[in-house]
C-alpha cells in the first residue's frame, strides 16, 4: 500500500479543466522530439501519422490550482532546472524542466529526488547545543547571543584569525558573499569553502595558464567534439545529465570517447578507447601524449606562435617523458598512448575533460597545468568543441570560488594586495581604514594581506604547538556553514581538533559527522547546531559549471525553524554591531535579506570577473524564457524582446554594466567571436613582457602579448589590460562620459593620477563599456604560458604521490620539499620519506583511491537521509579486484576491515569483488559517515536527524599530503591493507 | 514432460553463469586491453543462459535478475496444461466411477450382514484419518479455487465477492495445511507396518481387485490397492507439503526458477491427488456395502471383513481378537 | 489509438537512477517497492552495459493470464493496471512475469504477500481518474493529463525512452543508423513479440 500524503490535494484535474498549453509547456510530442538527434529526428517523426501519438494539444504543464516554480537543483554544477509544482505552500510535485537549455527535462536520481529534502523528515528542525553531552533544543536568539559572545571572547583573547569561518558550495552567491564580507568585517582571511577540496588546484593552475580558472567551454558546446578525452573525472556519476550531451555529441559527431582512469567506470562502459592508468600518474601521461604529438609534428604550430609562451620550455620536460619512461611509471602501454595522442591531436576539435582524479594531488596545480599545455600544444582551446571543460562539483562551488570564500582573495579574484581592499572598501562603501582595524591588532594591515588557512588544515592549525602557525594563536573555533567533515582526509586527526575546539558551530539543513564525530571525541558543550534551510526553500542565484548564472525561485518558505544563510549572517553581523554598515546597500526586511539587493552589490564590484552584466532582472528574464535559447550556442535568437542575443545565464565574463547588455561569454577565449559577441583573448596577467636568460648570460625582452586577435578587433595585435592611461594613448577617453571620468577620477585621486585606475578597479563600468564598444576586451590579449614561473613547479614535472607503492620512482620523483605554506608547515617531504623507511608499501600494498557514486553527494549526511536515495546504496563498500580478494579470501559482500597508513587507522565495510578495479588498487566512495573505526554512531545524532543509511568513511583511512599551491589534499591516492572481517 | 526437462536447464544454466560471466583473461595491473565499445547483446545472453542477471544496488538479490522468459513458459502451464490435466484428471475421474456405478453399482456384502463385528481402525487412526480427510477437502477446494476459481465462480459471484472468498480460501489453504501435513506423517507411522507389500498383493491385483466379476482375492488389513493409495499419499503429501512450503516462503529455499517448478510440482500432483481421493471417497461410501464403519465407528461387520480382508480377519482372530456383538461387546470366539 | 510501450537504449543508460528515484517521488512509493530499477550487465567489465527496468505492459501480459483473480486489466492504450483492491497477494504474476514487476510489500507468503504493486505507466488505477483515492493506491495518472511516465521524462540521457510505440522505436532506429551501434530494444521480443530491425 503507498503512504498517504495527508497534505496531498487531489491535484489532478479531468482533461477538461486542464489550463491550455502556456508558453514553454512542451507536451509529449516535443519530449519526444527531443529525444531523438536532431538531425534527422524531426524529419522522421513529421512523416509520422499525427494520430499515432494522442492529441495532446488540450494539456499543459499546469494543474488546477498549482503554482510553477523554477529553481535549480542543489546537488551538482551542472546546474538542471527544478521545477516544482506547489499548492497551498507545500511542494507538492516535480515535473521535467523541459525547456532549460541544461537539462531538457532531465536529472539523475538526487534531482528527480530533490522535494524530498524540503520534506525534511531528519532535517535539523530547531536550533541546538550541547548541554552535558546531551542535545538540547534551543531558541534562535538565545544561539546568536551566546555564539557572538563567546566569539568575541575568543577575539579578544585570541584575535580574529582564530575563528574559522567554513562556508559552502552550497551557499546561493547572495549567501557566499555575505559570508565572505563577513568574514572580512569579522577580520580575517580564515574564510574557505569546499573548491579547497574540490578544483582550487584547477583554478590555480588554470588561470595561471590563460588568465581565468573556469571551464572554458560548456556542457553543451561538448556536442561540437570530435575527441572528447576524459581523463580524471567520472561524469556518468558525477555529472549525468551532462552525459546526455556528451553521448548525443559522441553519436552525432561518430568522436572519439577516450577515458583515462584507474577504474573502468561508468563513463569508460560508453567510451572508445579505455586507458588504465596507475593513480598519481597523470602528468607522465600527458607528457607521454605530447611527446607523441611533438616527435610527429601533430602539434597546431600557427597557435602556439601566435598565442602561447614557453612552450619551448615545456618541451624541454616533455622530451624526458618516452615511451618506455612512461609506461614504467604509469603501465600505459606506448602504442595506446600514441593512438590517443594521435586522435587528441589530429581529429579535432578536441576537449579534455577532468575532475578530481586530476586535481585532489600534491602535484593537482601541476596535473591541471599539464592539461592545460596539452590542449595549447594542438590548438584546442578557445574554439567550439575545444576546451578544459572542467566539471565542477557542487551547485555553486563556482560562484562561491568566483566569490572568493577563498584563504587567498577577496571577492572576484582581486587577491588580498592592499589595493584589493581599497577597491573593496569603495564598493562596500565603508573606511579602509576601518576595515583594516578589524585585522589582528598585532599587526593587521599584514594579516590582512596574507592569505589564511586551507581549510584542509583546519585540524592542524588547532592540534600544532602555537609557534608552527603564523598568527597569533591557534584556531579556536570553527564556524561551519555548509560543509562536511568527513570530505576532508585525516579523519583520526580531525576528531582530535573537534575534541580541543573552545567552540563548534555547525550551520546546516543536517548535524552532520561534525555532530557525531566530534561529540564521539568527547564535546560536552559548546557546540550548536543552527538548522539552515536549502536553498529551494530561498531565492538567490547560483552558478553552474560552465559560468552560467541561473536565479532560483523561492518554492516554499524554510521548513520548521530553518533559516537561509544570509539571515543568518544578517543575525550574526547585528550581534557584532556592524549590521548597518555591512547591510549599507542591502535591503533588509526584519531580518530577512533582499536577495536582489545582494547580486546587485556584487554586479557593483566584480569587474574583474564581469559578474557587473548580471543583474537580477536579465537573470529573471533568463529563467522565464529558457525555451529561447539554442541547444548547441545557448544563444537566444537577436530579435528575441526580453534576452534578445543573449547566452544562457550570461556566462561569465559579462562585461560592463546590466544596460551594456553584454550577452556573456559562452566559451571563453574565442576569437573566432567579436568580444560583442561573447569572444574572448587569452588574459594579459602575467605582465607585458618577459626578461629571458639566454645561454650566454645575456637576458632578452620577450613579448607575452598575442600575435593575433579575436574577430572584428578594432586593435588587430596583442594589447596589454586596459587602464585610464590606455584609454587615453588611444584617444577614447574623450568617450567616457563626464559622471564616468568623474567617478574615475575619484577613484584615482585626482585628474593626473588616475592613469593606473584599471578595468578592474572602474567602478563607473565605463572602461569596459568604451572595450565592448570597439570590440577590444578589458583584461587585455596577451598569451597563454606553457610556463608558470610563480608556481612551484613552472613546467609540471612528475612527482609520486606521498604514499606510493613505487620505492623506486619515489627516489627518482620525489614529492615536493617540505616548507611552510598558509601559515603552516607542509611536511610532505618527511612524510614521504618516513613511509619509505617504515616500509609502509610492505604493509600496506594496496593503493586507495576514492570517488563518487551518482546516489550521494559530497559527505552524503543529506542525501543518506533522503529515503529515495538512500535505498539504493545501503552499505559502505570497498571496491577490490578479483585477484586480491583471492590472495585474502575475501568474498563478494562480505565484510572487511580496510587499514590505512597513519594515525592506525581502521574502517570496516563490504566488500565489492569487481574488475572495475585493477589488481593492487582499491576504491571507495568518499559519501558514508556515521560510523567510526567500526563503532556505530547512531545514537550521537540529535533523536530523529540521523541519516537512514550509515557507514564508515573513506577519509578515515586516506592521510597526509597537500599541493603546496592551494593546500588541496590528496584523497585519490594512498595505501592500505584490506582484510577479511 | 518438456516442462520439467526445460526447469532443469536453468538450473543448469544459473551455475553456467558463474563460469561464463568470466569474460576477460585478467591482465596486468595497469595494461589496457581493446576497446570497450561493444557491449552486450541480449539475444546472446538469452541464448546462452535463457535467464539475464546481472548487477544492482538494491539488497533485494531478486531485483538482479533483468529478464527470465521462462515465466511466459511456466505462464503456458499454468493456464493450458494445467488447466487441461487438472479438468481431464477430475472430471474424468468422477465419469468413471459414475460409469462404474451405473453397470456394476454398489459391491454388496456376500450373504450380508453377520450381525457382529470386529474393531478395524482405534479412535486414534479414526481421529488421524478423518483430520486429514477434512484438511483434504478444505486444501482441494481451496487450492482449486486459484486454478479453476476464476472460470468457474468469479462470473456468478461478480470480482469483489470472489476476491473476497479467495482471499479466506488462501488463509484456509495455508493454515489448514499444517494439520493435513502433520496429519499424513502421523497416519504413516500409524500404519506403515500394513502397508509393506507382501504375497498376496500380486494375487489380489491379478484378479482385479475383484472389482470387476466376482472374485474374492484374499487380502490383509490393507489390500493392494489400498497399499498403493497409502504410499501415494505419503508420497505425494511429502511432494505437496515440500512444494506447498516453498510456496509460502518463496525465495526462501530456491529462486525463480525453483518456484515455477515449486508450483508445477504442487499443482500437478495435487489434481492426481484430488482424482484419486475422489475415487477413495466414492468407494468408502456409495462404492462399497459396509466399507464407510471402518472409520465411522471403527468397527465393520464380520462378514464384510471376511469377504474382502480374509487373511486379515484370521490374523486376528488368532491374536484373540475375534468378532464380536457391534458396538464394543467383548470378544466371543467365532463358532 | 496509440500503443504505449517502454524502450532502454542501454547504449545511453549510464545507471544514474533516475527513473527510479522520479518513479518514488511522483508516487510516493514507499521504501522495499521497487516498482522500476536499473541492472547492470558484465559489471566492471567491458560491454558493460545497463537496463532500465519496470513493468513493459506486454501483449497478452502472463501476469494478467496466471492471476487467480483476474486483478490486471488492459487500457485501450495498452496499458497493464491492476486492481489492489481484487488483489490477494498470491504471489503468481511474479513468477509468471519476464521482467520482475510486481512487488509486494511482505516477504513471506504466510497467507498473504500483500497486495501487489507494479509499475502503472504513471496511468493510476480502477478508481477515477486524479482522484484522492487512486493516489493513494496506484500513485499519480500523468497519461489522464496528457503527460508520459516521469521516469522516461527525466532520464538523464535520454536513454529510456516512453509513449507510443511506434514513435519510440522509430527514434531508436534512427539513433542507431546514425550512430552505427545499438544492443537492441532490451526486452521487446519478450514483451511485445517484436524486435526493431534497423
Not at chain 1, 184 to 206: E, L, M, Y
Not at chain 1, 904 to 930: D, I, N, Q
Not at chain 3, 155 to 180: F, H, M, N, P, W
Request: proline share 5%; glycine share 10%.
Amino acid at each position: 500500500m503507498l503512504i498517504k500524503r495527508t497534505e496531498r490535494q487531489a491535484r489532478r484535474g479531468t482533461l477538461a479543466a486542464v489550463l491550455d498549453q502556456t508558453a514553454g509547456g512542451v507536451d509529449r510530442r516535443t519530449f519526444l522530439r527531443r529525444s531523438g538527434l536532431a538531425a534527422g529526428g524531426l524529419a522522421a517523426l513529421g512523416a509520422l501519422p499525427l494520430g499515432a501519438v494522442r492529441k495532446a494539444e488540450a494539456a499543459g504543464t499546469q494543474v488546477a490550482g498549482a503554482t510553477i516554480r523554477k529553481n535549480i537543483c542543489t546537488h551538482c554544477a551542472v546546474g538542471c532546472t527544478v521545477t516544482a509544482e506547489v499548492l497551498n505552500n507545500v511542494w507538492i510535485g516535480q515535473e521535467p524542466s523541459w525547456e532549460s537549455p541544461i537539462n531538457r527535462g532531465s536529472h539523475c536520481a538526487k534531482g528527480a529526488a530533490v522535494r524530498e529534502l524540503v520534506m525534511g523528515e531528519r532535517r535539523l528542525k530547531y536550533p541546538m547545543k550541547l548541554v552535558n553531552g546531551q542535545w538540547t533544543r534551543i531558541k534562535w536568539d538565545q544561539a546568536i547571543n551566546e555564539i557572538g559572545d563567546k566569539l568575541t571572547q575568543l577575539r579578544e583573547k585570541s584575535g580574529p584569525d582564530s575563528v574559522y569561518w567554513l562556508g559552502s558550495a552550497k551557499f546561493s552567491n547572495e549567501g557566499t558573499y555575505l559570508y565572505r564580507k563577513l568574514a572580512a568585517f569579522w577580520g580575517t582571511n580564515n574564510q574557505d569553502h569546499q573548491a579547497r577540496i574540490c578544483h582550487s588546484t584547477t583554478v590555480t593552475g588554470v588561470a595561471n595558464t590563460w588568465g581565468y580558472g573556469a571551464m572554458t567551454n560548456s556542457f553543451n558546446d561538448i556536442r561540437n567534439a570530435k575527441t572528447m578525452l576524459i581523463m580524471g573525472g567520472n561524469p556518468a556519476e558525477a555529472h549525468p545529465v551532462s552525459l546526455q550531451h556528451l553521448l548525443e555529441g559522441k553519436e552525432l559527431n561518430k568522436a572519439n570517447f577516450i577515458v583515462i582512469d584507474p577504474r573502468m567506470t561508468r563513463t569508460a562502459a560508453h567510451a572508445t578507447e579505455y586507458v588504465r592508468i596507475r593513480p598519481g600518474t597523470d602528468i607522465p601521461v600527458l607528457w607521454g601524449m605530447l611527446w607523441h604529438v611533438f616527435k610527429n609534428g601533430w602539434e597546431d604550430k600557427e597557435f602556439i606562435k601566435q598565442r602561447v609562451y614557453g612552450m619551448d620550455e615545456a618541451r624541454k620536460e616533455i622530451d624526458k617523458y618516452t615511451p618506455e619512461v612512461v609506461e614504467q611509471i604509469s603501465g600505459v602501454p606506448g602504442a595506446q598512448l600514441e593512438r590517443v595522442a594521435k586522435m587528441f591531436a589530429t581529429q579535432k576539435p578536441a576537449t579534455l575533460i577532468w575532475c578530481m582524479g586530476q586535481t585532489q594531488h600534491t602535484v593537482g596545480t601541476a596535473n591541471v597545468r599539464a592539461s592545460c599545455i596539452a590542449l595549447l600544444a594542438t590548438g584546442n582551446v578557445g574554439a567550439p568543441g575545444t576546451g578544459a571543460n572542467i566539471f565542477r562539483g557542487h551547485d555553486n562551488v563556482q560562484g562561491a570560488t568566483d566569490i572568493g570564500l577563498d584563504v587567498v582573495t577577496l571577492p572576484f579574484y582581486y587577491g588580498l594586495a592592499e589595493g584589493a581592499w581599497k577597491h573593496w572598501s569603495r564598493v562596500w562603501e565603508v573606511d579602509y581604514e576601518w576595515v583594516k582595524s578589524r585585522f589582528d591588532p598585532k599587526d593587521p594591515k599584514k594579516m590582512m594581506e596574507t592569505p589564511g588557512i586551507p581549510l584542509t588544515r583546519w585540524f592542524d592549525a588547532v592540534l600544532l604547538p602555537k609557534d608552527k602557525v603564523a598568527q597569533s594563536d591557534n584556531v579556536k573555533a570553527m564556524m561551519v556553514f555548509g560543509h562536511a567533515s568527513n570530505s576532508i582526509t585525516r579523519i583520526p586527526e580531525s576528531t582530535k581538533g573537534m575534541s580541543k575546539l573552545d567552540l563548534l558551530v555547525i550551520a546546516d539543513p543536517h548535524p552532520t559527522t561534525w555532530a557525531s564525530l566530534s561529540t564521539n571525541a568527547g564535546r560536552k558543550d559548546n557546540t550548536y547546531l543552527l538548522p539552515i534551510c536549502t536553498q529551494f526553500e530561498s531565492a538567490g542565484s547560483r552558478v553552474a559549471s560552465n559560468r552560467s548564472i541561473q536565479w532560483g525561485e523561492q518554492i516554499v518558505p524554510p521548513i520548521f525553524e530553518s533559516k537561509d544563510d544570509s539571515e543568518v549572517v544578517y543575525l550574526l553581523a547585528k550581534k557584532f554591531g556592524f549590521e548597518d554598515k555591512m547591510f549599507k546597500n542591502i535591503k533588509v526586511d526584519g531580518t530577512k535579506v533582499v536577495a536582489e539587493d545582494v547580486l546587485r552589490e556584487m554586479n557593483r564590484g566584480s569587474w574583474s570577473t564581469g559578474y557587473c552584466g548580471q543583474s537580477p532582472e536579465r537573470l529573471k528574464a533568463h529563467m522565464k524564457n529558457q525555451s529561447k535559447f539554442d541547444l548547441v550556442t545557448m544563444r537566444a535568437p537577436k530579435d528575441d524582446p526580453e534576452v534578445g542575443g543573449d547566452y544562457y545565464g550570461l556566462p561569465w565574463p559579462c562585461w560592463g554594466k546590466p544596460e551594456v547588455k553584454h550577452p556573456g561569454t559562452p566559451l571563453l577565449y574565442d576569437t573566432t567571436k567579436s568580444i560583442q559577441d561573447g569572444g574572448g583573448t587569452f588574459r594579459a596577467r602575467f605582465g607585458n613582457e618577459r626578461e629571458e636568460k639566454l645561454p650566454d648570460g645575456t637576458t632578452r625582452k620577450v613579448s607575452l602579448l598575442s600575435e593575433t586577435y579575436s574577430k572584428d578587433s578594432e586593435i588587430k595585435d596583442g594589447y596589454p589590460q586596459f587602464t585610464y592611461g590606455v584609454l587615453k594613448k588611444l584617444g577614447w577617453d574623450k568617450e567616457l562620459t563626464p559622471a564616468e571620468l568623474a567617478v574615475i577620477e575619484k577613484i584615482g585621486g585626482g585628474p593626473d593620477k588616475s592613469d593606473g585606475v584599471a578595468w578592474s578597479t572602474d567602478l563607473s563600468g565605463g572602461i569596459q563599456r568604451l572595450c565592448i564598444k570597439h570590440n577590444v576586451i578589458p583584461y587585455g590579449n596577451g598569451k597563454a604560458r606553457a610556463v608558470a614561473w610563480n608556481l612551484p613547479d613552472p613546467v609540471p614535472t612528475h612527482r609520486e604521490p606521498i604514499y606510493s607503492p613505487r620505492i623506486d620512482l619515489i627516489a627518482k620523483y620525489p614529492t615536493y620539499p617540505d616548507k611552510v605554506s598558509f601559515r603552516l608547515p607542509n611536511i610532505g617531504h618527511t612524510v614521504q620519506k618516513a613511509a619509505v623507511d617504515k616500509g609502509i608499501a610492505k604493509s600496506f600494498p594496496l593503493i586507495l583511491s576514492s570517488g563518487r557514486l551518482v546516489e550521494y553527494e559530497g559527505g552524503g549526511e543529506e542525501t543518506r537521509s533522503n529515503k529515495w536515495l538512500a535505498e539504493l546504496q545501503q552499505d559502505m563498500f570497498i571496491e577490490i579486484s578479483p585477484a586480491d580478494a583471492a590472495d585474502r579470501g575475501i568474498k563478494d559482500g562480505g565484510w572487511v576491515w580496510v587499514t590505512g597508513a597513519e594515525s592506525s587507522s581502521k574502517a570496516k565495510m563490504k566488500a565489492l569483488v569487481t574488475e572495475r578495479v585493477g589488481k593492487g588498487v582499491a576504491w571507495m566512495p568518499f559519501h558514508f559517515g556515521g560510523w567510526f573505526q567500526g563503532d556505530d554512531l547512531r545514537s550521537k545524532y540529535p533523536q530523529g536527524t540521523d541519516p537512514i543509511v550509515l557507514g564508515e568513511s573513506a577519509n578515515t583511512i586516506t592521510t597526509y599530503g597537500y599541493d603546496p599551491a592551494t593546500g588541496m589534499q590528496e584523497p585519490k591516492v594512498t595505501l592500505c591493507q584490506i582484510r577479511a572481517a | 514432460m518438456a516442462r520439467f526437462l526445460a526447469q532443469a536447464r536453468f538450473i543448469i544454466g544459473a551455475l553456467a553463469l558463474v563460469f561464463v560471466v568470466a569474460v576477460a583473461t585478467p591482465a596486468p595491473s595497469f595494461a589496457q586491453q581493446g576497446t570497450p565499445g561493444a557491449g552486450v547483446n541480449e539475444e546472446q545472453l538469452l541464448q546462452q543462459l535463457n535467464r539475464i542477471s546481472g548487477r544492482c544496488t538494491l539488497p533485494d538479490q531478486k531485483a538482479c535478475t533483468l529478464e527470465q522468459p521462462a515465466g511466459r513458459e511456466w505462464r503456458e502451464f499454468d493456464q493450458g496444461m494445467l488447466l487441461w490435466i487438472g479438468g481431464i484428471l477430475i472430471i474424468g475421474a468422477i465419469v468413471l466411477l459414475a460409469l462404474y456405478y451405473l453397470v456394476h453399482g454398489t459391491i454388496r456384502i456376500e450373504g450380508g450382514r453377520s450381525g457382529r463385528t470386529m474393531v478395524r481402525f482405534n479412535a486414534l487412526d479414526r481421529l488421524v484419518h478423518w483430520t486429514v480427510a477434512v484438511s483434504f477437502i478444505v486444501l482441494a477446494i481451496t487450492g482449486l479455487n486459484i486454478t479453476f476459481g476464476k472460470q468457474l465462480l468469479l462470473p456468478w459471484m461478480g470480482p469483489e465477492n470472489f476476491s473476497m472468498w479467495s482471499e479466506w480460501a488462501k488463509y484456509a489453504h495455508n493454515y489448514v495445511s499444517f494439520a493435513f501435513t502433520i496429519g499424513v506423517a502421523l497416519m504413516a507411522l500409524l500404519w506403515i507396518w500394513f502397508n509393506f507389500p507382501n504375497a498376496a498383493d500380486m494375487q489380489w491385483l491379478k484378479e482385479g481387485g475383484g472389482m470387476i466379476g466376482n472374485k474374492h482375492p484374499p487380502a490383509w488389513k490393507f489390500n493392494a490397492g489400498q497399499k498403493l493409495l497409502f504410499w501415494f499419499v505419503v508420497i505425494a503429501t511429502a511432494a505437496v507439503a515440500v512444494s506447498g512450503y516453498a510456496l509460502m516462503f518463496p525465495f526462501y529455499f530456491t529462486d525463480i526458477a525453483g518456484m515455477q517448478l515449486a508450483q508445477i510440482v504442487h499443482a500437478l500432483v495435487a489434481v492426481l491427488f484430488t482424482a484419486l481421493i475422489i475415487a477413495h471417497i466414492y468407494i468408502g461410501t456409495l462404492g462399497m456395502e459396509g466399507a464407510f464403519e471402518a472409520m465411522g465407528t471403527g468397527e465393520v461387520d464380520l462378514n464384510w471383513a471376511k469377504q474382502h480382508h480374509r487373511l486379515w480377519v484370521e490374523q486376528e482372530m488368532a491374536k484373540g481378537r475375534g468378532a464380536g456383538a457391534p458396538s464394543g461387546a467383548a470378544a466371543t470366539p467365532a463358532e | 489509438m496509440a500503443r504505449m510501450k517502454f524502450l532502454c537504449d542501454a547504449d545511453r543508460c549510464i545507471e544514474c537512477n533516475a527513473c527510479v528515484t522520479a518513479c518514488k517521488n511522483e508516487h510516493e512509493v514507499p521504501w522495499g517497492i521497487n516498482r522500476r530499477r536499473v541492472v547492470t550487465l558484465n559489471d566492471g567489465k567491458p560491454g558493460e552495459r545497463s537496463v532500465s527496468m519496470a513493468c513493459m505492459h506486454c501483449t497478452d501480459a502472463p501476469c494478467a493470464a496466471v492471476c487467480p483473480v483476474n486483478v490486471f486489466y488492459t487500457t485501450a492504450d495498452a496499458v497493464v493496471l491492476h486492481s489492489k483492491d481484487l488483489c490477494i497477494g498470491c504471489g503468481y504474476c511474479f513468477y509468471a512475469c519476464p521482467f520482475g514487476a510486481p512487488q509486494y510489500p511482505k516477504v513471506g507468503n504466510f497467507g498473504s504477500r500483500g497486495k501487489m504493486d507494479k509499475c502503472t505507466y504513471c496511468a493510476g488505477g480502477p478508481e477515477a481518474d486524479g482522484s484522492k483515492a487512486e493516489y493513494e493506491k496506484y500513485g499519480a495518472n500523468r497519461l489522464a493529463e496528457g503527460k508520459l511516465p516521469l521516469c522516461a521524462e527525466m532520464c538523464s540521457t535520454k536513454s529510456l525512452l516512453a509513449g507510443d510505440g511506434e514513435i519510440i522505436a522509430q527514434i531508436y532506429k534512427e539513433r542507431v543508423v546514425k550512430r552505427g551501434y545499438g544492443s537492441g530494444a532490451w526486452g521487446w521480443k519478450t514483451a511485445y513479440k517484436e524486435s526493431i530491425a534497423s
